[in-house]
């Protein structure tokens, strides 16, 4: 039975398979609506499809947050615009679900339809909807309220306008605290759709209310909203009415709305305005890194490059850097590693002498601090102190960090500091690394654990770019290949991968007399692997050395290792025969 030839046949499989115990049926039966819709007709579905959605009383959320979804972009199905109004119903009703998810997705979804419904059909049914959550039984209903009043408003009537400003009053001070919570939350986007007088009487007073509230959950999304209405109002106007709430909230008693201006005080000072109303936040933001809670210390120590770029930088020397001093040597390793981590860009701000003279000490400190990823985070933004005190003050602190590290017992610690070695090199310059750092670079090449051997060869090629071929021939090369003997075997393999990885950089010259013989050589290697990455290595080889010496000197070698009764040896040299074989039919 085709679905075209008896209409009812989509409609009475939907409300089978909707009804039926299987979750993943009914799911897929959601999933096909717009299918069904399309092969009902416009009327049809607005007749019979939305009623029987509406009055569905499926309790698996999955189904219904499926739902929620697919409703959102059901206008077409309907008939357009002009019908749009029908899908409301069904929406409501998944508003006041318990499940929050699937709230949100029929608020999401209710906000689309609204946005795109005709004008009096909004007066007609959108708004009355929304005044019918807001005095919903269940405290779901109100809450889903509060997300559909910036749709709601814009093209109310007057009356009705002052009405819903009147029913969002009510439901910041709602008996239940996630009521008032979602109305904190969605009070900038409602805030962004009020006109300006109304704006500083109305919102400002709900706004009041939230941030006075007795709750620290509802308190917490007010900071939130502290940046979004100052974006709204004039400077002086918020200097009167934003810049007193966040100094309050800065010495809230709960530690968790601290953090939450600790986290975004950066944002609420470009709300807030002018410099000099900025000013007023410094107390503020310096007791936030005095904080007692180390959460709260983490978050202000995060920002302090931030706010200081905002200050001018003898407030930042001032009243900031005491504080930064502080928390360099903060009983909390986090707070350390959040400070260590951007304290690098607080350099720029406070110019060569005040860097110096103030800041070089702590990173000093740092660089030998006893958590390794304090260290790491300093050494990981080197250049920016670079820049503004030049390389040799720094280099004298900075290698017995760097040998610590490079010998850390933790790998994931290695290997970190073996990712900076490039940046560090470009920093110290080569004359510094061939000092200093070149023994570690080849000591990592023999580590017990394979992601630092594999870094270590990477690090060794990065080194080949940065300081060039010559550099690598002198200071490398030799090294390297001095260890293609070593008796442990898996170290050997470490530098035939090493060998396939300077080739390009190298060039065809010294591949063809330096290394190519080291791997030449390796391919009488007792041990298997060593002998199939041989062949791995010489089909790499094939496009950077001369087509005579492939003939000469690769062919024959791996037609050696083609006879090995190993079966990978014998795979990969075939492999590489055949690229020889591709590379000469082509050329």
């Given amino acids: 039975m085709s679905m075209v030839d008896e209409p009812l046949y989509p409609v009475a499989v939907l409300i089978d398979e909707l009804k039926n115990d299987d979750i993943q049926l009914r799911l897929n039966s959601i999933r096909k609506l717009s299918t069904i819709a399309c092969a009902l007709g416009e009327e049809r579905t607005r007749k019979e499809l939305i009623p029987f959605l509406s009055e569905n009383n499926d309790d698996d959320n999955e189904v219904l947050l499926a739902m929620a979804e697919e409703l959102g972009v059901f206008i077409p199905y309907v008939g357009g615009v002009q019908h749009a109004h029908v899908l409301l119903p069904p929406l409501e009703t998944l508003c006041i679900v318990e499940e929050t998810c699937v709230r949100d997705k029929a608020v999401e979804s209710l906000c689309r339809i609204g946005s795109h419904i005709r004008e009096n059909d909004l007066v007609d049914w959108f708004i009355p909807l929304v005044k019918r959550?807001?005095?919903?039984?269940?405290?779901?209903?109100?809450v889903?309220?509060?997300?559909?009043?910036?749709?709601?408003?814009?093209?109310?009537?007057?009356?009705?306008?002052?009405?819903?400003?009147?029913?969002?009053?009510?439901?910041?001070?709602?008996?239940m605290p996630m009521v008032r919570r979602s109305a904190a939350s969605n009070l900038g986007k409602f805030a962004a759709t009020v006109e300006p007088a109304h704006l500083k009487s109305k919102i400002m007073s709900i706004f009041d209310n939230l941030t006075q509230d007795d709750q620290d959950s509802v308190r917490l999304l007010a900071v939130e909203g502290c940046a979004a209405l100052g974006k709204l109002l004039e400077p002086q106007e918020c200097v009167a009415y934003i810049l007193p709430v966040i100094?309050?909230?800065?010495?809230?008693?709960?530690?968790?709305?601290?953090?939450?201006?600790?986290?975004?005080?950066y944002e609420l000072c470009e709300a807030v305005g002018p410099e000099p109303t900025r000013t007023d936040l410094v107390p503020a933001y310096v007791r936030l890194l005095r904080d007692n809670e180390a959460e709260v210390r983490i978050a202000a120590a995060g920002k302090v490059t931030k706010f200081c770029q905002i200050l001018s930088p003898n407030l930042a020397i001032?009243?900031?850097?005491?504080?930064?001093?502080?928390?360099?040597s903060d009983s909390s390793q986090h707070v350390r590693s959040a400070l260590a981590s951007v304290i690098m860009g607080m350099a720029p701000v406070l110019g060569k002498d005040a860097t110096i003279e103030q800041l070089l000490p702590i990173f000093l400190s740092f660089l030998k601090?006893?958590?390794?990823?304090?260290?790491?985070?300093?050494?990981?933004?080197?250049?920016?102190?670079?820049?503004?005190?030049?390389?040799d003050l720094l280099s004298q602190s900075l290698l017995p960090a760097i040998v610590e590290l490079a010998e850390d017992k933790h790998w994931r610690v290695r290997l970190a500091i073996i990712e900076y070695i490039p940046l560090l090199a470009r920093q110290l310059g080569v004359g510094f690394?061939?000092?200093?750092?070149?023994?570690?670079?080849?000591?990592?090449?023999?580590?017990?654990?394979?992601?630092?051997?594999?870094?270590?060869?990477?690090?060794l090629k990065r080194l080949a770019e940065e300081f060039g071929p010559e550099w690598a021939m002198q200071h490398i090369i030799p090294q390297v290949l001095e260890m293609v003997n070593n008796s442990h075997y898996l170290y050997r393999m470490i530098i035939i991968y090493a060998i396939s990885l300077f080739a390009p950089v190298m060039g065809?010259?010294?591949?063809?007399?330096?290394?190519?013989?080291?791997?030449?050589?390796?391919?009488?290697?007792?041990?298997?692997?060593?002998?199939?990455?041989?062949?791995?290595?010489?089909?790499?080889?094939?496009?950077?050395?001369?087509?005579?010496?492939?003939?000469?000197?690769?062919?024959?070698?791996?037609?050696?290792?083609?006879?090995?009764?190993?079966?990978?040896?014998?795979?990969?040299?075939?492999?590489?025969?055949?690229?020889?074989?591709?590379?000469?039919?082509?050329?």
């Fill in 133 to 142: 959550l807001a005095v919903g039984e269940w405290f779901t209903a109100r």
């Fill in 144 to 175: 889903s309220a509060c997300g559909l009043f910036h749709i709601a408003y814009p093209n109310a009537p007057e009356m009705v306008k002052t009405e819903l400003r009147s029913i969002y009053g009510q439901l910041s001070q709602d008996d």
């Fill in 247 to 265: 100094v309050n909230f800065s010495q809230d008693k709960s530690w968790r709305v601290r953090y939450m201006v600790a986290n975004q005080l």
């Fill in 318 to 328: 001032q009243h900031i850097l005491p504080s930064v001093k502080e928390l360099s």
């Fill in 369 to 391: 601090d006893e958590f390794p990823d304090v260290r790491l985070n300093i050494i990981s933004k080197l250049d920016q102190v670079n820049q503004v005190i030049g390389i």
């Fill in 433 to 459: 690394f061939d000092d200093k750092l070149g023994s570690l670079c080849m000591q990592w090449l023999q580590d017990k654990v394979y992601s630092i051997r594999d870094a270590a060869a990477n690090n």
């Fill in 508 to 587: 065809s010259e010294i591949t063809c007399s330096k290394l190519l013989p080291a791997v030449v050589n390796a391919s009488n290697d007792r041990v298997p692997n060593i002998k199939f990455n041989v062949a791995k290595v010489l089909q790499s080889l094939i496009p950077i050395v001369d087509q005579s010496v492939v003939e000469k000197t690769i062919q024959p070698c791996l037609v050696e290792l083609s006879e090995d009764p190993d079966v990978d040896v014998h795979f990969f040299a075939n492999q590489a025969l055949q690229s020889i074989d591709q590379v000469m039919m082509s050329s």
